[in-house]
């Protein structure tokens, strides 16, 4: 059985950074692309970013130059690094192990979601 599970959502200002971290159980995590999408209130769940096996990478616009997405393979782990937070950004993050690549987000596992409110 699958197992992901995030941390390192949180409450931060503006402007500031948040790293989240999904560590993977019950597959074997070298082989599939992994990728974190979100989902504020009252909108569709959007992707955020993603990573291939081999370390090809696809971030959305909004992500591009301020959000970097990370695996280690050896901790069975991926990572988002999010920096020049701002208000919209707030949303719940979903860590995803996809079965093809690029990911559409349709197929998979999931992680139950961290939350992720940037606020003054």
């Known amino acids: 059985q699958v197992q992901l599970v995030e941390s390192g959502g949180g409450l931060v200002q503006p402007g500031g950074s948040l790293r989240l971290s999904c560590e993977a159980s019950?597959?074997?995590?070298?082989?599939?692309?992994m990728a974190w999408h979100r989902q504020a209130p009252g909108k569709q769940r959007e992707l955020v970013a993603a990573?291939?096996?081999?370390?090809?990478?696809d971030y959305a616009d909004s992500a591009k130059g301020r959000f970097t997405i990370s695996r280690d393979n050896v901790k069975d782990t991926v990572y988002l690094q999010m920096n020049s937070l701002k208000p919209e950004d707030t949303a719940v993050y979903y860590c995803?192990?996809?079965?093809?690549?690029?990911?559409?987000?349709?197929?998979?596992?999931w992680g139950q979601g961290t939350q992720v409110t940037v606020s003054s």
């Open positions: 990573i291939s096996p081999g370390g090809y990478i």
């Open positions: 019950g597959l074997i995590f070298s082989l599939y692309p």
């Open positions: 995803n192990s996809d079965r093809s690549w690029p990911v559409d987000g349709k197929h998979g596992d």
